[in-house]
């Protein structure tokens, strides 16, 4: 069914049908056209999603721990060493953690990562989950993080284009800028929604 995504922050407002973009501009002409479509309405922005250049030290070099591991490991990533030996100690743990990642990726925005995944459980939860794979910048932004400093944001929407956006609770792009990542309220991919915040 084509659902039309709008903004509190600027009325902007986008028409998905299936996986792609099928019309912009301000809700009240796109209403007023396609009558029949299912609304979605969030606050504040939405931009062409984010795309977070760590894609190996995210998804291979960082365990994401299950929910039913936080009373032994607790609940935030495990990075360096430790997780190399989990790793190493239990190749299967790759996969499961990998997908754990993604959802942590899609709760900060990010619809696309760059850098070579290399180990096939990781590639493969990656492929599925939709995520887009871009060249990495020349020069990488800050510490790996979730939430890098300066983020990177991907070409606007077309129409045509694939449906693949997020939306962030700020007032507008500078704001964004200011408070990072950990903003984002919904995250669509293929035109399905993929995150939705509480």
């Known amino acids: 069914m084509p659902t039309l995504h709008v903004t509190e922050a600027d009325g902007s407002a986008v028409l998905v049908d299936g996986e792609r973009v099928t019309a912009l501009g301000p809700y009240e002409e ?17 931009t062409p999603g984010l795309l977070n250049p760590y894609g190996p030290e995210i998804l291979e070099h960082t365990y994401h721990p299950d929910p039913r591991e936080a009373d032994t490991l607790g609940t935030v990533p495990i990075g360096g060493e430790r997780a190399r030996e989990m790793f190493r100690a239990n190749p299967s743990l790759l996969g499961p953690s990998a997908r754990r990642g993604v959802q942590r990726l899609f709760a900060h925005g990010t619809v696309a990562v760059a850098g070579e995944l290399r180990a096939k459980p990781v590639l493969e939860a990656a492929q599925r ?6 060249a990495r ?14 983020l990177v944001l991907l070409p606007a929407l077309t129409v045509g284009g694939p449906a693949r956006f997020a939306v962030f609770d700020v007032a507008d792009r500078e704001d964004l ?11 669509v991919i293929g035109g399905r929604l993929v995150y939705r915040g509480r």
């Open 30 to 46: 796109l209403a007023a056209a396609h009558p029949s479509v299912r609304v979605r309405r969030w606050p504040g922005i939405l």
């Open 137 to 150: 910048p020349q020069a990488l932004p800050g510490p790996v993080s979730l939430s890098p400093k300066p």
């Open 129 to 134: 989950s939709g995520l887009a794979f871009a």
């Open 177 to 187: 800028v200011r408070r990072g990542a950990g903003t984002c309220v919904a995250t």
